[in-house]
Nanobody, 128 residues
Framework: QVQLVESGGGLVQPGDSLRLSCAAS???????????IGWFRQAPGKEREGVSC????????YYADSAKGRFTISRDNAKNTVYLQMNTLKREDTAVYYC??????????????????WGQGTQVTVSS
């Protein structure tokens, strides 16, 4: 069993930056090394969107078109933590952001159904 806890959300103005963290834990001997991590978001009245993901080794990453050039995903397996650096935030980035983990070797997926474990989400609100 994997537990994921997101943090770092908040209320910011357009153009500001935020860094989201996804801290993972599990049973004795747990390591994040074997899991791909995805970041997803869901705005009120909209479907969940895959924003970014990173492979277990960090060698492969994906960004949705809405995130390219503004968001950067990274991971520190020693700390069992994955980050999503979000720059130049826009009002349309407002959503609850979730991280999710999946045992996908060598790659990652932007599709939520591929993921087995989910965090509780963190709210990001971009407003002036």
């Amino acid at each position: 069993q994997v537990q994921l806890v997101e943090s770092g959300g908040g209320l910011v103005q357009p153009g500001d930056s935020l860094r989201l963290s996804c801290a993972a834990s599990g049973g004795s001997g747990f390591t994040l090394d074997y899991y791909a991590i995805g970041w997803f978001r869901q705005a009120p009245g909209k479907e969940r969107e895959g924003v970014s993901c990173i492979s277990s080794s960090g060698g492969y990453s994906y960004y949705a078109d809405s995130a390219k050039g503004r968001f950067t995903i990274s991971r520190d397996n020693a700390k069992n933590t994955v980050y999503l650096q979000m720059n130049t935030l826009k009002r349309e980035d407002t959503a609850v952001y979730y991280c999710a983990a999946a045992s996908i070797g060598g790659s990652c997926s932007p599709f939520g159904y591929e993921y087995d474990y989910w965090g509780q989400g963190t709210q990001v609100t971009v407003s002036s």
